[in-house]
C-alpha cells in the first residue's frame, strides 16, 4: 500500500523550462492538495482538488498549473519555470487526516 | 484571520529532558481541527495527532502528550524523557472550515546525546 507517491524525488531546472510533478494515491480519497515548502517557513498550498473534475487556487497558485487527471492523480505543472519556485513540493490526499507524499525536491538555476 | 503561531524557532536539548513545543492559532470558526506533524531530516512529513476543537481532553501517546486549551487558543505538545530520535522539525497546523490546513513555521528541535 503506496499511499501517496510522487515524481520525480528530485529536479534541476533552467529558468524557462517546463516540468510536470506528478501525484498518485491509492488511498480513494476526493480530495487532494499540492504544497510547496520553503526553508524556515510552514507549508503553503498552491492548488487543491476537492474531487475529481475540479480544482481551485490556493494560498500561492502564480506560476503554477495543475490537472485531476482522474480520482488517483493530481499533476502540478510548471509552464515556465523561475528560480522563485526553488522550493520542495508536496503532494497530499485528505480524509480525516492528511497524508502526504515524500516530496520532490526542485531547483530552478 | 487565521493564524497559527510556533513562536519557537529552534529548541535544543539534552536527551532524556522533558521538552514542550509551543502553538497558537486565531480562527474565527467554531469547528476547526488542529495538528502536529513531524518532519525528519529526511524530509517525509510524518502525522502525529489530530485534535477537533469540541475536544479538549489532553491526549497521551507513550512519551508524547498534547494539550488542548481553547482559552489560550494553544495546542502544546510535550515529549517526555526526549531521545535523538526525536530529533526534527515539528509542525503545527489548522484546518478551518474550507478544509485548507493553515501551517505554522514549525520549530526545530535538537536532542543532543
Known amino acids: 500500500n503506496a499511499g501517496v507517491t510522487q515524481t520525480p524525488k528530485f529536479q534541476v531546472l533552467k529558468t524557462g523550462q517546463s516540468m510536470t510533478l506528478q501525484c498518485a494515491q491509492d488511498?480513494?480519497?476526493?480530495?487532494m492538495y499540492w504544497y510547496r515548502q520553503d526553508p524556515g517557513m510552514g507549508l503553503r498550498l498552491i492548488y487543491y482538488?476537492?474531487?475529481?473534475?475540479?480544482?481551485d487556487k490556493g494560498e500561492v497558485p502564480n506560476g503554477y498549473n495543475v490537472s485531476r487527471l482522474n480520482k488517483r492523480e493530481f499533476s502540478l505543472r510548471l509552464e515556465s519555470a523561475a528560480p522563485s519556485q526553488t522550493s520542495v513540493y508536496f503532494c497530499?490526499?485528505?480524509?480525516?487526516?492528511?497524508?502526504f507524499g515524500s516530496g520532490t525536491r526542485l531547483t530552478v538555476v | 484571520a487565521q493564524k497559527v503561531t510556533q513562536a519557537q524557532t529552534e529548541i535544543s536539548v539534552v536527551e532524556k529532558e522533558d521538552v514542550t513545543l509551543d502553538c497558537v492559532y486565531e480562527?474565527?470558526?467554531?469547528?476547526?481541527?488542529l495538528f502536529w506533524y513531524k518532519q525528519p531530516p529526511s524530509g517525509e512529513l510524518v502525522f502525529l495527532i489530530r485534535?477537533?476543537?469540541?475536544d479538549e481532553q489532553n491526549e497521551i501517546s507513550g512519551r508524547y502528550s498534547w494539550n488542548f486549551q481553547k482559552s489560550t487558543s494553544s495546542f502544546n505538545f510535550t515529549i517526555t524523557a526526549s531521545q535523538v530520535v526525536d530529533s526534527a522539525v515539528y509542525f503545527c497546523?489548522?484546518?478551518?472550515?474550507?478544509?485548507?490546513?493553515?501551517w505554522g513555521a514549525g520549530t526545530k528541535l535538537i536532542i543532543k546525546p
Open positions: 497530499a490526499t485528505r480524509l480525516f487526516g492528511y497524508t
Open positions: 488511498m480513494n480519497h476526493n480530495s
Open positions: 482538488s476537492a474531487s475529481e473534475g475540479t480544482t
Open positions: 480562527t474565527r470558526d467554531t469547528t476547526y481541527y
Open positions: 485534535r477537533n476543537s469540541f
Open positions: 497546523a489548522l484546518r478551518d472550515s474550507n478544509y485548507q490546513l493553515i
